[in-house]
């Protein structure tokens, strides 16, 4: 996958303010400023301080960078990572501009690595890329008109780290309802029992939700999990037909149903900072074994997360 916005961080900046993050068995190479990665959640910032300082800013100029390895993640997922992480308030734009642009048959994909991406963000903790995640995924659902698959289902049960994957499920869950309440439902409510057999915790999580929505008073078949509502535009009677935005968000537990924390910081996003080099796989090749390259996630539990499309 490439995107239209892959330009944005092509550029001639390097030495000393760029890390170097490669991803995956293959070591795709990302170049981010160093500032910024730092900064956008703890997990980067202990790992990019752990990383030797260079002796001198010539070996800066010399090519000597700072490197960080993801194995276990996919690079396709990390370059959407990338793009929030640049472009948080655009980030739903760019999104959309993609699906314009993009290959039909490369809509799955995306969906997978933003799934990818909101068990990324939860592993290192960083709520912001999850919920952005998460929206998009919604939007994608509405656009498309998308069922959740039973492979889907499967996948964050069968696969996923319960902890990691609790807002994923949760989505999940209510689309399950949603489409077992709906039309042609004798062929999902089939394949229902099968994963309900399977998968004990995700017949409790679908329970639950229906027990959820009788106290609401919601009608199950017409409560869209697909369509969120920004609380600011809540009118009276839109939430028969969908879920408040933050529904699905990770802060959910702490901010209840006050305004969401992303809407307040996304009014304070710093200028975009200037654009970052990507180099050259022979670059990377050449000079790999000189750099210090540090496994961020050796000590996280080994989760590798597969496609599900
Ligand atoms: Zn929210």
Request: glycine fraction near 4%; charge should be negative; proline fraction near 6%.
């Given at each position: ?21 490669l ?5 795709r ?8 990665l ?27 960078d700072?490197?960080l390895?993801l ?19 655009r ?23 933003l ?12 709520p912001?890329?999850?919920?952005a ?29 319960a902890?990691?994957a609790?807002r994923?499920r ?8 949603w ?8 062929a ?78 996304l ?14 796989k ?9 750099a ?13 997360y597969?496609?599900?499309?």
């Amino acid at each position: 996958m490439r995107w239209s916005t892959s330009k944005a961080i092509v550029g001639s900046l390097e030495g000393c303010d760029v890390v170097r993050v490669l991803v995956g068995d293959e070591q795709r190479d990302f170049a981010i400023h160093r500032k910024l990665l730092s900064e956008s959640c703890s997990f980067f910032k202990t790992h990019i301080e752990a990383i030797p300082a260079p002796s001198s800013p010539q070996d800066c100029d010399d090519g000597e960078d700072s490197v960080l390895w993801l194995p276990n993640e996919a690079p396709d997922m990390f370059e959407i990572f990338v793009l929030w992480l640049y472009q948080r308030r655009r980030f739903p734009t760019f999104i959309d501009s993609a699906l314009q642009t993009m290959c039909p048959d490369k809509f799955r994909t995306l969906r997978t690595n933003l799934v990818r991406l909101h068990l990324f963000a939860a592993i290192i903790d960083l709520p912001g890329a999850q919920d952005a995640a998460m929206d998009t995924l919604q939007d994608m659902y509405l656009r498309f008109d998308w069922d959740m698959s039973p492979r889907f289902l499967a996948f964050l049960y069968g696969d996923c780290d319960a902890q990691h994957a609790v807002r994923l499920r949760k989505w999940a869950t209510a689309m399950l309802a949603w489409t077992l309440h709906g039309a042609d439902k004798a062929a999902a409510r089939h394949d229902a029992d099968k994963l309900f057999a399977a998968y004990p915790e995700l017949k409790a999580d679908y329970h639950l939700h229906l027990q959820k929505m009788a106290q609401s008073r919601a009608d199950v078949r017409i409560k869209n999990p697909q369509l969120r509502l920004p609380a600011n535009g809540l009118r009276s009677g839109e939430r028969l037909f969908g879920f408040r935005q933050c529904t699905f968000h990770s802060h959910r537990a702490t901010v209840g149903e006050g305004t969401c924390p992303h809407a307040l910081a996304l009014g304070h996003t710093p200028a975009p900072l200037p654009p970052v080099p990507r180099r050259d796989k022979e670059d990377v090749e050449s000079d790999r074994e000189e750099a210090d390259i540090i496994s961020p996630v050796r000590d996280l539990n080994e989760v590798s997360y597969l496609d599900l499309s």
